[in-house]
């Protein structure tokens, strides 16, 4: 199964910056996914990512706050734009392989102070 | 629309006791149901999964069985052990594409 190497694993950020997230998968994959997990909380996907075409982002996330770029099938960012402290979250990235097979970053705790 | 149910945590168990946790969908035609674990300060991996009715998924001495006649997927195991502590997430794959609908997980804890 693929491998996923994301970074930074964790961070602490000054609210109004920026950070961005990165994962390279270590083989080429159509479909990577961009997740939040609230402390205490489930996974929401936050937008599907394909190469070559616009990200697709659920209801609640936007691209201005949220910028996603995925120049190749290996390789995909998430942008967390003007934070605040209620952008303090895990954050990971997600592939998927034939039919089933899920694999997920080892993800990026964010904190806002 | 669909969704995944999962029993609330913790649940708090003794070493070598038997586990269940209750996890139920709802979902049109006939999702993927997986279930995957979060162990503490680690990413999310894969536990087991069943893609059709009456399959049953087993890992680690853990099993589960995709029953479409009660539209559920309990994990269980025969007897826990304290590095069996973790967060357990149940969750489906719509059909139509690629997406995974979470439950909102069940965290573990098993007492030496």
Known sequence: ?113 | GNSVTQMEGPVTLSEEAFLTINCTYTATGYPSLFWYVQYPGEGLQLLLKATKADDKGSNKGFEATYRKETTSFHLEKGSVQVSDSAVYFCALRKDSNYQLIWGAGTKLIIKP
């Open chain 1, 1 to 113: 199964s693929a491998v996923i190497s994301q970074k930074p694993s964790r961070d602490i950020c000054q609210r109004g910056t920026s950070l961005t997230i990165q994962c390279q998968v270590d083989s080429q994959v159509t479909m990577m996914f961009w997740y939040r997990q609230q402390p205490g909380q489930s996974l929401t996907l936050i937008a599907t990512a394909n190469q070559g075409s616009e990200a697709t982002y659920e209801s609640g996330f936007v691209i201005d706050k949220f910028p996603i770029s995925r120049p190749n099938l290996t390789f995909s960012t998430l942008t967390v734009s003007n934070m605040s402290p209620e952008d303090s979250s895990i954050y990971l990235c997600s592939v998927v392989e034939g039919s089933d097979g899920y694999t997920f970053g080892s993800g990026t705790r964010l904190t806002v102070v």
